[in-house]
């Protein structure tokens, strides 16, 4: 925090801190009950709270478990109400930034499981960004006392307006950085596509080995990895993992022979042979053995001494149990012990029979283990296939993790009553741009509620309004107008059951992003890998759609965390954030 700044203590429970991380802000509670955006997550309503119209704001520090400090920076000082010494009322939402916040927890405890409760929650998304403010300090000033206040605020209704307004924008901003810090150039593309093509394949491969019971030309998958090196090498930096993965790979091969082996050895003559003759020689001696059992009288004891188990066992079913041992002392008792005893002596000092029953156990390992053989391998080749798939992750990760967080520029977007896109794209087209700022301003406008998905009639609404919008430019009339109007008519129709296809854009990159959106609106991840499939360029302009259609507070922490889990990307992120939320107000 700035060493000169004013600063202000706010008390605050574990619900407004976790919702604090998942909107980037703090509001009076009353808010949360009137905006569209925002999630209960665990939330505790008390009776009165939502009647709340301002933060409590003190200048020394409260009482709390929970506290927030911040600086006078991020908040609009004139605001500000006295109603005691150092205490003042503040009537909006306060938007946080990386070193204007602090947290405070009276113990450790209580910071352990807030963060633990906030990782395992899809939408707070904050924590990695601010986590580094959070301390623990149980000392405090003085004991605030809660007082609410039923006053009208007539303002709200226009704070609550601006504070939805920024959830969109800020959704739009942080898609399109979002796009930006993770986005590729055609060669990493190009590699993306090749590493995720060959781990797919290799996955597969991995299933048809196992169920199918073929041999394999392994030359094939070895080729797909050297090329997939080759690419890598005039791009990126020098790694082993190409070659540990072929001589995975190897590794496979080797495994998979013996396994096929294996199994032709069991769908042989000779292996149904072997395994009569293991199976002929446990018979033998199991008629040994009873033959010895009955010479020495140890057949009878064993029945005797059965008898005497199946009496404690009717004994039991009287009285609903399963068995009920004869007490110690009584003549069953004691007739059971002598027998144990007698036939536990035989077992023991015997040694043909001792050496007979030893055979017997070797026997039956040797026919588990012959019919087993090809589970075990099967352990061993998912393994290896395992490890090969953990490889190819890691370079996809070091592939998306290439990018220089630190230069991002987002020239391209500014705000004039809703965020809008500029001619300075590469190889956009006038036509490309005008529908993008169309669609761009209808999600703008028409935003999904809290806890709603994008549903099928949202983007048959979205694709309706936004042509016949698109219609009214001069645009429309343009070659690539009507390109762009036949595309979406095709896939209206297409969703609507009309016709059993649609095309997609091939040369126009703004359009392949719309479509992008449109068709993958379920989701980010969707999006990403949409456009990674068909080598789709701009996928920072389909997650800014998508991220002014759902807003900042939806957007789930498996999103944000490539720019929240990187300072450099964070810093960056924020200034161009900054930049451009300073127009809405």
């Given at each position: 925090m700035k060493q000169n700044s004013k600063r202000y203590w706010i008390v605050v429970d574990s619900w407004n801190l976790m919702e604090s991380m998942t909107t980037e802000s703090l509001s009076p509670y009353s808010f949360y009950q009137q905006r569209r955006f925002g999630s209960n997550l665990s939330r505790k309503s008390y009776a009165g709270n939502e009647k709340i119209n301002e933060l409590v704001l003190s200048e020394k520090k409260p009482q709390a478990e929970y506290a927030i400090q911040i600086t006078d920076s991020i908040i609009e000082s004139q605001l500000l109400h006295k109603v005691g010494n150092g205490i003042y009322t503040y009537p909006k939402t306060i938007y946080f930034s990386k070193d204007e916040i602090s947290v405070c927890f009276a113990d450790t405890n209580l910071m352990k499981g807030f963060v633990a409760e906030a990782n395992i929650l899809f939408e707070v998304k904050c924590i990695d960004k601010y986590k580094n403010s959070f301390f623990v300090d149980p000392q405090f000033d003085f004991i605030l006392k809660e007082e609410s206040s039923d006053e009208i605020s007539f303002d709200a209704p226009l704070y609550i307006e601006y504070d939805e307004r920024v959830n969109v924008v800020k959704g739009g901003i942080i898609g399109y950085l979002r796009g930006l810090v993770t986005s590729t150039d055609f060669n990493q593309q190009h590699l993306l596509n090749m590493l995720n093509a060959t781990k797919n394949e290799i996955a597969g491969l991995c299933t048809s080995l196992l169920m199918q019971e073929e041999r394999f030309n392994f030359e094939n998958y070895v080729e797909q990895i050297c090329a997939a090196k080759s690419v890598w090498m005039?791009?990126?930096?020098?790694?082993?993992?190409?070659?540990?993965?072929?001589?995975?790979?190897?590794?496979?091969?080797?495994?998979?022979?013996?396994?096929?082996?294996?199994?032709?050895?069991?769908?042989?003559?000779?292996?149904?042979?072997y395994i009569i003759s293991l199976d002929r020689e446990r018979k033998a001696l199991q008629e040994s053995i009873e033959r010895m059992e009955e010479q020495f009288g140890?057949?009878?004891?064993?029945?005797?001494?059965?008898?005497?188990?199946?009496?404690?066992?009717?004994?039991?079913?009287?009285?609903?149990?399963?068995?009920?041992?004869?007490?110690?002392?009584?003549?069953?008792?004691?007739?059971k012990q002598q027998l144990k005893e007698k036939v536990e002596a035989f077992e023991q000092y015997n040694s043909e029979y001792k050496a007979a029953k030893s055979k017997i156990k070797e026997i039956k390992n040797r026919i588990d283990e012959a019919a087993g053989e090809a589970g075990k391998y099967d352990g061993a080749i998912r393994s290896l296939f395992l490890q090969?798939?953990?490889?190819?992750?890691?370079?996809?990760?070091?592939v998306n993790s290439n990018n220089s967080n630190s230069n991002i520029d987002a020239s391209a977007i500014s705000y004039e009553n809703g965020l809008t896109i500029s001619g300075n794209i590469v190889a956009a087209t006038p036509a490309e741009i005008?529908?993008?700022?169309?669609?761009?301003?209808?999600?703008?406008?028409?935003?999904?509620?809290?806890?709603?998905?994008?549903?099928?009639?949202?983007?048959?609404?979205?694709?309706?309004?936004?042509?016949?919008?698109?219609?009214?430019?001069?645009?429309?009339?343009?070659?690539?107008?009507?390109?762009?109007?036949?595309?979406?008519?095709?896939?209206?129709?297409?969703?609507?059951?009309?016709?059993?296809?649609?095309?997609?854009?091939?040369?126009?990159?703004?359009?392949?992003?719309?479509?992008?959106?449109i068709i993958k609106a379920q989701g980010f991840d969707q999006i990403e890998r949409f456009m990674l499939h068909r080598h789709y360029r701009h996928k920072e302009l389909a997650f800014m759609l998508l991220g002014a259609y759902v807003g900042y507070a939806a957007m789930p922490k498996t999103f944000t965390n490539s720019i929240y889990q990187n300072d450099a990307a964070t810093t960056a992120c924020e200034k161009e954030e900054k930049r451009i939320l300073e127009a809405v107000k």
């Open positions: 005039g791009s990126m930096p020098v790694t082993n993992l190409f070659d540990i993965a072929l001589q995975l790979l190897d590794e496979i091969r080797k495994t998979v022979d013996l396994r096929n082996n294996d199994i032709l050895w069991k769908q042989s003559k000779e292996y149904n042979e140890i057949a009878a004891c064993k029945r005797e001494l059965q008898s005497i188990k199946n009496l404690e066992v009717q004994k039991g079913h009287k009285k609903g149990k399963t068995r009920e041992y004869f007490k110690k002392d009584t003549p069953e008792f004691l007739r090969i798939s953990d490889i190819f992750n890691s370079l996809i990760s070091k005008c529908l993008y700022d169309i669609i761009l301003q209808y999600v703008q406008n028409n935003s999904i509620p809290a806890g709603q998905k994008v549903s099928t009639n949202d983007i048959l609404t979205l694709i309706e309004n936004s042509a016949n919008t698109f219609k009214e430019t001069s645009f429309a009339q343009t070659d690539d107008g009507c390109t762009i109007l036949n595309i979406l008519r095709q896939y209206y129709a297409y969703k609507t059951g009309l016709s059993n296809d649609f095309g997609e854009p091939s040369d126009l990159p703004i359009m392949q992003a719309i479509m992008a959106f």
